[in-house]
């Protein structure tokens, strides 16, 4: 059984960063794929980045080239770091986690069986 908990989320001005984190506690984290999605009120649930065990990053079109994902192994913690922050990347940001995720289901949440409570960030002047 693996938990995860978020934190770092936060009201920001557009424009601005936010570093968000993930602290993961039982399992291998090592092993695991961690992904982060996000879910605004009234849209579905939607990926927006994911950090396999051997490090491999993807991201959604919406958001690659702003944020980027990372993995400290050491201290069993994910992060998300977003800069150019925008309106519509308001939502509540959710970690999740998964072991033996293949490739091809990596941005498919149904495939993540740990998930955090969530952190919400709200980007508005």
């Known amino acids: 059984q693996v938990q995860l908990v978020e934190s770092g989320g936060g009201l920001i001005e557009p424009g601005g960063s936010l570093r968000l984190s993930c602290a993961a506690s039982?399992?291998?984290?090592?092993?695991?794929?961690l992904a982060w999605f996000r879910q605004a009120p009234g849209n579905e649930r939607e990926f927006v980045a994911a950090?396999?065990?051997?490090?491999?990053?993807l991201y959604s079109d919406s958001v690659k080239g702003r944020f980027t994902i990372s993995r400290d192994n050491g201290k069993n913690t994910v992060f998300l770091q977003m800069n150019s922050l925008r309106p519509d990347d308001t939502a509540i940001y959710y970690c999740?986690?998964?072991?033996?995720?293949?490739?091809?289901?990596?941005?498919?949440?149904?495939?993540?069986?740990?998930w955090g409570h969530g952190t919400q960030v709200t980007v508005s002047s």
């Open positions: 950090i396999r065990y051997n490090s491999v990053t």
């Open positions: 039982g399992g291998t984290f090592r092993s695991l794929t």
């Open positions: 999740a986690a998964g072991s033996g995720v293949i490739l091809s289901s990596t941005r498919n949440g149904v495939y993540y069986p740990y």
